[in-house]
């Protein structure tokens, strides 16, 4: 069973830092690609970015509301994904999905529970 | 940078079939894949490329694309259908990002 569990949410002060986690299981991590998603309270999905496989080179993209800011990251020996957000703004606050590509550019096919940040002083 | 559209409701009584559109412009060669949330829980893929349900989504639901229209179709309603529903695709010009509707809320 796809089991995605993230970790690491809560309140962080605008201008500072967080790290999401994300732990894997139940697939072969290392061939996906793995996404973040995060749903502001009351609002729709919004995509905060991806890494691709190792095949892929670890590479990439980002929505450009994070882009600076936000970098994810992934550990394969762990089946790890992270999410590092620095100089965070109050908009920034929102449920942050973990989730997996079925295939690159593809549906999003198993999603975590969500863990949430709030960016507030 | 590419926007999708969706109707912000959708009211269906129960037994009937509840439509869901999803506007792109032109999807061209993109495919559009389905999410239904229920409160408080996370998204869950009920159609991928256009039409395709994973295993799990009952055979009620249907997707559909017809010119810069795509749709999803619940026949036979049930209390549990109530949710939201967002429509999504990947864009690649000018910049690589996933791209999600507005979603729609189904009240049954």
């Known amino acids: 069973e796809v089991q995605l569990v993230e970790s690491g949410g809560g309140l962080v002060q605008p201008g500072g830092s967080l790290r999401l986690s994300c732990a894997a299981s139940g697939f072969t991590f290392t061939h996906h690609y793995m996404d973040w998603v995060r749903q502001a309270p009351g609002k729709g999905l919004e995509w905060v970015g991806r890494v691709r496989n190792r095949a892929n080179s670890y590479t990439t993209e980002y929505a450009a509301a994070v882009k600076g800011r936000f970098t994810i990251s992934r550990d394969d020996s762990k089946n790890s994904l992270n999410l590092l957000m620095n100089n965070v703004k109050v908009e920034d606050t929102a449920v942050y999905f973990c989730v997996r590509e079925y295939l690159p550019g593809e549906a999003l096919d198993y999603w975590g529970q969500g863990t949430l940040v709030t960016v507030s002083s | 940078s590419y926007v999708l559209t969706q109707p912000p409701s959708v009211s269906v009584a129960p037994g009937q079939t509840a439509t869901i559109t999803c506007g792109g412009g032109?999807?061209?060669?993109?495919?559009v894949h389905w999410y239904q949330q229920k409160p408080g829980r996370a998204p869950v893929l009920v159609v991928r490329d256009d039409r395709d349900r994973p295993s799990g989504t009952p055979d009620r639901f249907s997707g559909s694309r017809s010119g810069n229209t795509a749709t999803l179709t619940i026949t036979r309603v049930v209390a549990g259908d109530e949710a939201d529903y967002y429509c999504?695709?990947?864009?690649?010009?000018?910049?690589?990002?996933?791209?999600f509707g507005p979603g729609t809320r189904v009240s049954v």
């Open positions: 999504q695709v990947w864009d690649e010009n000018p910049d690589h990002v996933y791209v």
């Open positions: 032109n999807f061209g060669m993109k495919n």
